[in-house]
């Protein structure tokens, strides 16, 4: 029993009921207004137990059903109790077992009343109603079981039953639930310096109407995945403390035809209702996707459901101040209809952070993170280029559970080092057994790498060499840590960043006069690198400057959506051979500088196979004393 119930017991039977059944009381409560409670077995139990109860207590007497000559007989041998004499049926009890009732089929008997007479029996008529038997035996409990079903249903289910099919499944937040601010939001701040204006439309669209000016119907937030598209959304409703509806795009789209347009309307009729306010719609592509591109033909479910959403956006009036949003990272697919100008106005990027918006989100998921001195987050930031807002929040996660794993008090820069192994190149495996001769093929490779990355100009400086397996396929890597951001690559510096991924096959060659199937993802990416350069940028003296290769064109081109050969078989030939020429270049130029400094090769990978882990400094400096 709980304190609440020492001090305020339950007053009458009712209460008592309700609080077993889960209710909350109406009353106010120091706690807060009532909260509706969850489904619960005794809603199914007690009527059961309630009507077990009432036979226990109230036991219907049986009835015995007898002829018509044993009725008869027991008038002569005056046996009979007082009698009901109905229009069909005669019931009674026995004079020796006033507890024994019985019932027999009246008939035509002219002679009943005058028998009776002379036996003293008392009897009685009754005129038997059947509409209001028929009420009490059949209407009256199947309409108890009814109201008990949908009750069950309703606590089972909130919003499940049948006719629910067609409301919308949006999530709505009220302006005191929705906590989120730009305050919460970092490393994106052209896009939230767009949004600004959205906010301003919210909060006194007056400004703009005075002037002619048109409130945007739509704001569409383009960008990869985890870079703050949804928490945009939501600290732009936080900011103008409007309410917030959120629903997935999936969630439109149903089994059963017709259901998804019928959210669509439900939901933009509950925004017109609490206008002003924002709809934001998340995974717009799964919804919006091109119309006309299913390959199995006839009716789609989803292209009404979008053909209703095209109508809906369309259909209001954007002065009341409903405003959608959406997220998508895959806009390339979206129907033309959607991206035209009074449906969704504006396209607002929301791209990967440089380096001070990094250390911004950094600093924004480790405020409640107990730091060590020494951690520099503006350091971790310069080590993990690429990383989106979602990756540096787990990022600060995995250091803080590494910490508390070993019981520190703090989260030390050791901790992050660590963190960022792990999301970079997976799970460390310090159980998986290696033979020795494996063990120093793997050493030699990595160490390849880390001198030719060193050697070469452009090249980012490496930061550790380990050969500790992690991940999948990972037995070994080389981490380098980019100075700053880059953007654009020069030709010279695709070259140095291919002659760095063929530095631990050439290792392997120089060292074992044998290669091993380690160097296949690093083939792999320098055949890449190779085409891209011939076929993509134009940096082949032979080829001149034509690109080969298509881009990648979106469903609603004209032309198509097929991207096919645009040259002969001639010049295909002309383009292997001449990615072949780069590839077999920078194999040579590794060649020679690892034959330069094969003495720092075979120290380095000596100090691997004892150290499994080499810093970057520790390297530079063998480097400079050879």
Known sequence: MTENDNKEPPKSILEVIRARLGFKS?????????TKAGFNIWYILLPFLIFTMVQQFFPSATVEKIPYSQFKQYISQGKLGPLVIEQENIHGTLAEKPGQRFITVRVNDPELVKDLKEH???????YGNKLISFIFSWIIPIGIFFLIWRFTMKKMSPGAGVMSFGKSKAKVFAESETKV???????????TEELLEVVDFLVSPDKFQKLGGRIPKGVLLVGPPGTGKTLLAKAVAGEAKVPFFSISGSEFVEMFVGVGAARVR???????????CIIFIDELDALGKARGMNVMGGHDEREQTLNQLLVEMDGFDTNKGV?????????????????RPGRFDRQVLVDRPDINGREAILKIHSKNVLLGDEVDLRKIAGRTPGFVGADLANLVNEAALLAARNN??????ADFDEAIDRVVGGLEKKNRVMNDQEKKIVAFHESGHAIVAESVEHADPVHKISIIPRGIAALGYTQQQPTEDRYLMTRQE????????LGGRVAEELVFEEISTGAQNDLQRATDIARSMVTEYGMSESLGLVTYERPRQSMFAPEGFGSGKTYSEGKAAEIDEEISRFVEEAHQRV??????????????????????SVQGEELREMLAAS
Do not use: C, H, W
Not at 120 to 126: A, K, L, M, R
Not at 494 to 501: G, K, N, S, T
Not at 599 to 612: G, H, I, M, P, R
């Open 323 to 339: 405003i959608i949003m959406s997220a998508t990272n895959r806009p390339e697919i979206l129907d033309p209809a959607l991206l």
């Open 181 to 191: 601010s730009f305050a919460d939001v970092a490393g994106i701040d052209e896009a």
């Open 494 to 501: 695709l070259l140095d960043r291919l002659a760095v991924l």
């Open 408 to 413: 520190k008090e703090t989260v030390e820069a």
């Open 26 to 34: 109406d009353s106010p409560s120091k706690t807060g207004p009532p």
């Open 591 to 612: 060649r020679n500088i690892l034959s330069e400094r094969r003495t720092v090769l075979d120290k380095l990978a000596q100090l691997l196979s004892e150290k499994e």
């Open 120 to 126: 003293n029996v008392t009897y009685s008529g009754s």
């Open 266 to 276: 439900d939901l933009f009729s509950q925004a017109a209702k609490q206008a002003p």
